[in-house]
């Protein structure tokens, strides 16, 4: 009983993959590289997450801006690379 369950399923779970593929399409994935995200960025994650850690080690409230402070500078840095890097692919 439960086999044939199982194959029901599987039959059930393919017919629909291939109406959403035939209503919907299907495109690959691009593999994103990540290009932007390069050595200042991986050092300002790092700052960010070292600052997390002190903050969870002792909440207080010169812990918490510091690691809100380097959360903002580490969000902005990987969202001008990103944007950036989006506009190169973009243009060609």
């Known amino acids: 009983m439960n086999i044939e369950l199982?194959?029901?399923w599987e039959q059930i779970k393919t017919d629909m993959k291939?109406?959403?593929i035939d209503i919907l399409g299907y495109e690959e994935r691009k593999k994103d590289k990540k290009e932007w995200?390069?050595?200042s960025v991986r050092q300002l994650l790092q700052q960010k997450n070292?600052?997390?850690q002190a903050y969870l080690a002792r909440l207080t409230r010169a812990n918490r801006a510091e690691c809100k402070e380097k959360w903002k500078w580490e969000h902005?840095?990987?969202k001008k690379k990103k944007t950036g890097y989006q506009s190169?692919?973009?243009?060609n």
């Open 50 to 52: 070292k600052a997390y």
């Open 76 to 78: 902005t840095a990987c």
């Open 88 to 91: 190169t692919i973009n243009c």
């Open 37 to 39: 995200f390069d050595e």
């Open 6 to 8: 199982e194959v029901q």
């Open 18 to 20: 291939n109406t959403i």
